[in-house]
């Protein structure tokens, strides 16, 4: 496992900072969030790059690329805090219509012709054990009852991956139109992830993953890639957060001198960069590891998605407090990237979740008695 950048990846992530840096500037993000303007100008200028193509096979339409390049895209998109549905479509729609075999929806997913997103998360939290919507099988098609909370993207996209059980008890996945279920957005504190609940009262559903015992693997593999690009993009925005912090400790004068002249602060901003680098190593790792398909894929995911939340708990409070009042106010552009890092922890399951994931998956939770 060559847990070095290739140069081919250096510069695909080069190329997306500079796109970024031109076309989301925080303006762009700003209007979103004031109501001003939306994100449609930016969604249109990704497709035109194919960038929601990255992930998928050629012979589907896509650019063939592997996971890691599309955690490069994810970090990016974080560290833009870059409003619209790209996000969701390349690390929850397409890993499922892959899962699925969904060759046609996948074409249309690699121009920006479907935009979709992936509807798992229950009751306030994400995992199988969560999952109460009910499918029914009438004649040839399905039928969806339930509600998901939680959806990336989903105030934007016009498909919906939705997971559901079976009187069976196994999980399937179905794809479900935006027009047949009520979209809900609710009050979130970061308008450009696009967050939604859906409300489904017997709609209609194509089958994806027809309810089986073997679907459990697949919706794995799915959630996996959810959270370790969740965790790489919660990382891009603490890098960002630092990086900023870091230019204003620079100019930023107390007692006639810089405040990042101050021993006690420097110390604070070595403990700021250490905890970005851990978390972006073992982000990447993760990513590396579902790209090769390692048998540790499971673990360096958790571990993953915990090492974000433990980074973006340090940044976000230091980024905050080392800039002192200007920190707390609406003009200034740090708080989409404070409030996006806030909004990665949560999704695709908290710190705290992956933590106790990790114990189970290593065998360190006992068995309850019967």
């Not at 996209?157 to 196994?170: I, K, Q, Y």
């Amino acid at each position: 496992m060559d847990l070095e950048l290739s140069d081919d990846q250096f510069e695909l992530r080069d190329n997306i900072r500079a796109v970024l840096d031109g076309a989301c500037p925080p303006a762009v993000v700003r209007a979103v969030y004031e109501e001003t303007g939306t994100s449609d100008e930016l969604w249109a200028q990704m497709t035109e790059l194919y960038w929601p193509a990255l992930g998928i096979a050629e012979s589907d339409g896509g650019l063939g690329m592997g996971f890691v390049e599309i955690a490069l895209l994810a970090e990016e998109l974080g560290r833009a805090a870059v409003p619209g549905p790209l996000l969701a479509v390349v690390s929850q729609f397409i890993p499922m219509l892959a899962e699925a075999g969904a060759s046609g929806l996948l074409a249309e997913v690699a121009t920006g012709a479907r935009v979709g997103s992936l509807a798992y998360a229950e009751r306030g939290r994400w995992g199988p054990d969560a999952v109460a919507t009910v499918a029914v099988q009438d004649g040839d098609g399905w039928s969806l009852t339930g509600r998901k909370q939680a959806v990336l993207g989903g105030v934007h996209a016009d498909s919906f991956a939705v997971v559901a059980r079976a009187d069976s008890g196994d999980l399937g996945a179905f794809l479900v139109a935006r027009d047949d279920l009520v979209v809900v957005a609710p009050e979130v504190i970061d308008p450009g992830l696009g967050l939604a609940d859906l409300v489904l009262e017997n709609v209609s559903a194509t089958v994806l993953l027809a309810p089986d015992a073997d679907v459990a693997g697949s919706l794995e593999r799915v959630t996996q890639q959810a959270a370790v690009a969740m965790a790489l993009h919660t990382v891009g925005a603490c890098r960002r957060i630092f990086e900023v912090t870091l230019e204003y400790a620079k100019v930023r004068e107390q007692y006639d001198k810089v405040i990042g002249s101050f021993q006690a602060l420097k110390h604070r901003f070595a403990d700021m960069f250490l905890s970005v680098e851990r978390a972006n190593a073992v982000g990447y790792y993760a990513a590396l590891a579902i790209a090769e398909n390692d048998p540790a894929r499971a673990e360096a995911a958790h571990i993953a998605k915990a090492a974000a939340g433990d980074c973006q708990r340090l940044l976000v409070q230091d980024g905050l407090q080392l800039h002192g009042g200007i920190g707390y106010t609406w003009e200034n552009d740090l708080h989409f990237l404070l409030k996006r890092a806030k909004a990665g922890d949560a999704l695709c399951g908290s710190r705290a979740f992956h933590r106790a994931a990790l114990a189970d998956v290593l065998g360190l939770v006992p068995e309850t008695a019967s």
